[in-house]
């Protein structure tokens, strides 16, 4: 999926200013239970903790943006290898119920979560509706990806590779997603 989605974690990190010493850090800074970032310590995964408030920015007013528009309007994001990813910011397709929730977890590790994926993870929004179509609605994550990271890290994957698996590698937890890219829904 992360191919035919164009999208890696290290990417949306990176331009976070995240990276995996910083997020492995302040994972690890605060863990009374001796767990690290590698998935190691008392319970093998994510620990219960802190929760982090934060606010998640307004999402951007694409026709502000640069963006290249196709005849129909739709934003091209990017383009690669033959490979387009367009959006529509009126409509909300499960590509863009993905966006919103790797936004708001990344908006998190950028300001008062600190890199601290679990946090992060642990505090998103969850959406009331999972697989909502209103675009007024505030970007937030389906409870079954928060669900999926955090039986990832309790397996033992360390906080990045369990985003990354949850949300980009197979991010079955977006509902419609798996469909819509196998061409079989929105």
Same mark, same amino acid.
């Given at each position: 999926?992360?191919?035919?989605?164009?999208?890696?974690?290290?990417?949306?990190?990176?331009?976070?200013?995240?990276?995996?010493?910083?997020?492995?850090?302040? %994972?690890?800074?605060?863990?009374?239970?001796?767990?690290?970032?590698?998935?190691?310590?008392?319970?093998?995964?994510?620990?219960?903790?802190?929760? %982090? %408030?934060? $606010?998640?920015?307004?999402?951007?007013? +694409?026709?502000?943006?640069?963006?290249?528009?196709?005849?129909?309007?739709?934003?091209?994001? &990017?383009?690669?290898?033959?490979?387009?990813?367009? &959006?529509?910011?009126? $409509?909300?397709?499960?590509?863009?119920?993905?966006?919103?929730?790797? +936004?708001? @977890?990344?908006?998190?590790?950028?300001? /008062?979560?600190?890199?601290? @994926?679990?946090?992060?993870?642990?505090?998103?929004?969850?959406?009331?509706?999972?697989?909502?179509?209103?675009? /007024?609605?505030?970007?937030?994550?389906?409870? !079954?990806?928060?669900?999926?990271?955090?039986?990832?890290?309790?397996?033992?994957?360390?906080?990045? !590779?369990?985003?990354?698996?949850?949300?980009?590698?197979?991010?079955?937890? @977006?509902?419609?997603? &798996?469909?819509?890219? /196998?061409? $079989?829904? $929105?």
């Amino acid at each position: 999926m992360r191919r035919t989605l164009g999208l890696s974690l290290g990417l949306l990190l990176s331009a976070a200013g995240c990276d995996d010493a910083t997020t492995s850090a302040a %994972v690890d800074a605060g863990r009374p239970d001796g767990a690290t970032s590698d998935g190691g310590g008392a319970d093998g995964g994510a620990p219960d903790g802190a929760v %982090v %408030v934060y $606010e998640t920015p307004p999402l951007p007013d +694409y026709d502000a943006l640069p963006f290249p528009r196709a005849t129909d309007g739709r934003v091209l994001l &990017t383009a690669n290898n033959g490979f387009s990813l367009y &959006t529509r910011p009126d $409509e909300v397709s499960p590509g863009a119920r993905l966006g919103r929730c790797t +936004y708001t @977890v990344v908006a998190c590790l950028k300001g /008062a979560g600190q890199g601290d @994926v679990d946090a992060c993870l642990r505090s998103a929004p969850v959406c009331a509706d999972p697989a909502y179509a209103d675009p /007024a609605t505030p970007p937030c994550c389906p409870a !079954a990806c928060v669900s999926a990271y955090a039986q990832a890290r309790a397996q033992g994957a360390a906080p990045l !590779a369990a985003l990354d698996a949850t949300l980009f590698a197979d991010a079955s937890c @977006v509902p419609g997603l &798996t469909e819509a890219l /196998a061409g $079989e829904g $929105e």
